[in-house]
């Protein structure tokens, strides 16, 4: 037997809520189970399948949490169900495995819960009647015997002795066995290799083309940018010198524009660099880069940072290039007079959610920072969600993959 | 000489703009696109079209494809198609329809100003500019039994200058030889790749082109 401590339910009772609650989800069950059936059998309900089955899903989520809590061992989820389709919800393994966890719920389930239940409840009662029973007439034992005299009390309290002996050594046994039980079915089907195989060969696949498209990205701002700024000084140049023969005068403003030109090929290429990989990256780690962002933006801003695991070079870049370019955004467009920056990590995606409280009217369609964004964040499969109304706030959410 | 520019880069277009007048040309449209390019190449009838490789929507290769059109819509309309980058296919597209007229050059060759007007004089006359860098890639691309392995290196300087469009009086200036010197030269590439000698300046280059994208 194990000691209880403080702060701990005793093991038993910890067991006898595990079965009594579980005897509840097993009677929801049953109408869950119904609406799925009912859903599918007319045929012509098959649009309301997708509710019934996200109901089982959520009645499932709840027994993994609470049979992984009591098991100490977390059970991890299934794929969640795509969207609306009929067809898939249908022919989903997944369904297959919650209709087959339903089952057991509603019959094994609610059995286990109700004997566990029956325990306590056969004590309690028992125990009434040897205290109450001259005042009880015709009262009987829950085993059927006739408590007529203080003899017959005593026999009931042995009776309720008996329950509470059999539950205490039952309960714990029974919760253990049916978590067990009950966790194979909750936990995720296992994938196959071939199931398995084509994940990798799709994720890598996309791993490709996001790569592709960076490439591309880089290729665009080099050429258009970059080399266009110093085809243009070397062409000014190429006027100077025709200009010094002819009027030297007239050569002042081409000097000019060729050093404006030289000038914006720098800052364009350290933009490039920058957008390649940011150096402060390397020295800070995400957190620490955006952080210094933050704290050099001219408008107030204040940042938050949640359960940020490390994410792939490539991942943690554009990232960084979302605040950095929102930021820019925010300070040259928005007349915000706060920013908020905040980086968190659920679901595999990597989120950046930038707001700022100026007079919104943002669009992606005007700026080419925003039309940035945008490219950097497809690049890695990710989304990039824009929402700013006339007078504000303005959010842009950009949501990543880790790709882990 | 009237010149119609394509070019998206707003500075780049207005400074070529300015670099023509400078010079006494007549720029008659200057625009960003290519759809832009054909409608002023069939209102203004330039003499030549000075075309940005890259333009919109997909910034890929829209102003050559445009160059390409335009000639066909204008047979002998002379096109000089710039860019930051060159590419020896791109260069065969440009002469696929075996006429002259044809340029194509790095954008930076704009800034030795004199080099690129007469480049631009010669291909609105009918010649050919062809940087040197695309005639470069012609001449690696060879295979082991090539006559051109045959070429002294002289006659290689010769036939690449002769590929870029020079005339034997730039030749001869450029290697600092006399013009018959470069006239014997051209006399013993053109048996050695056993090119028929043809007369006409133009024709002899495009042989020449003809004979190096082969």
């Known amino acids: 037997m194990t000691h209880p401590t403080a702060g701990q339910p005793r093991p038993r009772l910890r067991e006898l809520k595990f079965l009594a609650v579980g005897a509840g989800t097993g009677l929801v069950s049953w109408f869950v189970l119904a609406g799925l059936i009912l859903s599918v059998a007319p045929v012509v309900t098959l649009p309301l399948l997708p509710r019934t089955a996200r109901a089982a899903r959520r009645l499932a989520a709840f027994e993994r949490r609470r049979t992984g809590e009591f098991l100490g061992t977390p059970i991890a989820p299934p794929q969640p169900l795509d969207g609306d389709d009929i067809g898939a919800v249908l022919t989903s393994p997944d369904m297959r495995r919650d209709v087959s966890w339903l089952t057991l719920q509603a019959t094994l389930g609610t059995l286990a819960g109700l004997v566990a239940v029956s325990a306590p409840a056969g004590v309690v009662q028992n125990v009434v009647i040897a205290a109450l029973w001259p005042y009880l007439p015709e009262v009987t034992t829950t085993l059927n015997h006739p408590v007529e005299s203080w003899g017959d009390a005593t026999l009931a309290l042995a009776t309720a002795a008996a329950y509470g002996t059999v539950g205490a050594l039952l309960i714990p046994t029974l919760a253990r066995w049916y978590a067990r039980i009950s966790a194979v079915r909750l936990a995720p089907r296992r994938i196959s290799l071939a199931e398995r195989l084509a994940e990798v060969t799709a994720t890598r696949a996309a791993a490709l083309e996001a790569h592709g498209t960076e490439l591309r990205r880089i290729e665009r701002n080099l050429h258009d940018g970059t080399q266009n700024r110093l085809v243009a000084v070397v062409m000014h140049l190429g006027m100077v010198e025709r200009a010094l023969h002819r009027d030297p005068e007239s050569a002042l403003p081409m000097v000019l ?34 952080s210094a962002l933050v704290s050099h933006c001219a408008i107030p801003a204040t940042y ?100 882990v | 000489m009237r010149i119609v520019i394509a070019e998206d880069d707003a500075l780049l277009r207005a400074g070529l703009t300015h670099l023509l007048r400078a010079e006494g040309m007549e720029v008659t449209s200057a625009v960003d696109n290519p759809t832009d390019l054909l409608a002023a190449i069939a209102a203004d009838r330039p003499d030549v079209a000075v075309v940005d ?5 997909t910034f890929r ?30 260069a065969t597209e440009l002469l696929a329809d075996g006429a002259g007229g044809v340029g194509y050059l790095l954008k930076e060759r704009v800034g030795k100003v004199a080099d690129f007007l007469e480049a631009l004089e010669r291909v609105a006359g009918g010649g050919t500019a062809m940087d040197p860098e695309v005639v470069a890639q012609l001449l690696v691309r060879r295979r082991s039994d090539d006559p051109l392995l045959s070429l002294t290196p002289r006659e290689r300087e010769v036939l690449a200058l002769m590929a870029e469009g020079h005339s034997n009086a730039t030749i001869a200036g450029l290697l600092v030889v006399s013009d018959g010197a470069v006239h014997k030269h051209i006399g013993n590439i053109f048996s050695k790749l056993g090119l028929p000698t043809t007369d006409g300046r133009h024709r002899r280059v495009l042989a020449v082109l003809a004979y190096l994208k082969a």
């Open chain 2, 61 to 90: 290769d829209e102003g050559l494809r445009a160059a390409v059109e335009a000639r066909r819509r204008q047979p002998g309309l002379a096109v000089l198609v710039l860019s930051a980058h060159v590419e020896d296919s791109y």
């Open chain 1, 257 to 290: 524009t060729a050093q404006n030109a030289a000038t914006d090929a720098l800052s364009e290429l350290r933009e490039v660099v920058r957008s390649i990989y940011p150096p402060v990256l390397i020295d800070r780690g995400l957190p620490g880069a955006v």
């Open chain 1, 304 to 403: 938050e940072a949640r359960d940020l695991p490390r994410a792939p070079a490539a991942v943690e870049a554009a990232a960084y290039f979302v605040v950095a370019e929102a930021l820019t955004n925010a300070v040259k467009h928005s007349g915000a007079r706060q920013i908020t920056v905040v980086l968190h990590a659920d679901d595999g995606l990597l989120t950046v959610e930038v707001t700022d409280d100026g007079q919104g009217g943002a669009d992606e369609t005007l700026g080419t920072g925003l039309l940035g964004i945008e490219r950097r964040v497809a690049a890695f499969d990710g989304t990039t969600l824009l929402h700013s109304p006339l007078g504000g706030p303005t959010v842009l959410r950009a949501a990543i993959p880790l790709g």
């Open chain 2, 53 to 57: 490789v890259r333009m919109p929507p």
